[in-house]
């Protein structure tokens, strides 16, 4: 008897995510004040001018700001620590955004202008 045993594989976030370019912090900036990033359902970000950031996370909305520094966003979460930011590097596709820290995709979702 023959037994053959397939070897399957997961795909890592930098092969799926080649068709994506890195952003500077200009770009990161330009592209993210005055709109927002959500994926449509659990969770959307609203990057206000001014720095402050409203995040609405499975149906809780709270409080923030965020910044960029060199070429990554940051995020201040004051239930997390009232100092201390996350801080993401940004790539890019089409209006499609992704927020990896490393190479540890964090967050994924869609560019939208504010009215």
Known sequence: MLLVLG???LPDVA???AAFAP???QQIRSALRGSSV???RHWEHQ???DGRLIRSE???SKAGQWSVQGDQLCLLKPEISSTQAA???VHRRGNELQYLDGQQLVY???LKRSS
Request: glycine share 20%; with cysteine; net charge negative.
């Open 87 to 89: 801080c993401f590097s």
């Open 15 to 17: 092969a799926e995510s």
């Open 7 to 9: 070897a399957w594989t």
């Open 23 to 25: 952003l500077n912090g």
């Open 38 to 40: 959500g994926d449509g």
């Open 47 to 49: 990057y206000l001018p």
């Open 108 to 110: 994924q979702g869609f």
């Open 58 to 60: 499975s149906g809780t």
